[in-house]
DNA sequence: GTAGGCGCTGGAGCCCACTCCAACACAACA
DNA sequence: TGTTGTGTTGGAGTGGGCTCCAGCGCCTAC
């Protein structure tokens, strides 16, 4: 069993963040010990740092509440939670893509001002002065 | 040549945005028309992209601001341009890595519940009653 | 010349996802 | 028996990034 700020620690997450999730229905109700708060359970923590995968992956906070609706209807929506997780998965491959060609057009750009600078050039292709070069390469 | 509602579908912003940008200096003043209309420029357009590039790979306003301000100060800050990106690089690369290890779990959990509704169980192990396994496959 | 369409500006408003806070409660320790 | 530490609650506040709007101006077409 884990108190609050252990998972916080553990899940990236500040407790007031947990506690909001909780309060938002973003996690379900956390037990709790004889003094009323909270203690996490292993299985606890676990879907907390499913939860965090999905909001790190771009989850709406109105879905993830979808999902832990379904998570608390019980065995009968494991259709339908796999099919959310798999729409996820489909947005996961998307950003994947889009990450990739965004890092092909930043490294293109950064090539090509490592080109002007060894070059000695300004953007219009007209050479730099001595003192410009020296302030380029200071970075 | 292109107007402000050309270059909103090529860069998938909205013309609001594209003029807040503008007023934010997220992107340099635009050349007008006689009229005071907005006239882009290929190299505008071009610059746009590059931004919304750097904004969707999660870069604040506050320092594409600053990239931009370094733009307008000329040749003598391509070194800092440079760092700049290279910084924004390695973030692209850091979050291509946390989306790498997020699509496993999110696909790791698919294949449970996968598992679960082949074998008729609940999350508990045990088995789940026919009407719940009907539910289960509808999704 | 006037109606409609498109764009302009500055400012207000909005949405999302937290984040902070005051007031309180228990538990352990000096 | 305070006091310190850690947690609780509900509600208000914040920050980022747009998004909407009123009121205006310029063309073009009728």
């Known amino acids: ?3 609050i700020r252990d998972v916080a620690e553990q899940t990236g997450l500040s407790m007031e963040t947990l506690r909001w999730y909780e309060r938002e229905g973003l996690v379900p109700p956390v037990h709790r010990g004889s003094d009323g708060r909270r203690r996490y359970s292993a299985a606890e923590v676990g879907f907390v740092r499913l939860i965090v995968c999905l909001r790190r992956t771009g989850m709406p906070v109105a879905r993830v509440r979808e999902f832990v609706t379904l998570v608390r209807r019980g065995a009968s929506t494991h259709g339908k939670r796999m099919t959310l997780l798999t729409e996820q998965r489909d947005r996961i491959l998307d950003q994947m893509a889009q990450l990739r060609a965004d890092l092909a ?18 953007c219009e292709g007209a050479p730099v002065s001595v003192r410009t070069a020296e302030l380029q390469r200071r970075g």
């Open 1 to 3: 069993m884990f108190g």
């Open 105 to 122: 057009t930043v490294e293109h750009k950064i090539g090509h001002y490592g080109e002007l600078i060894e070059a000695g050039l300004d």
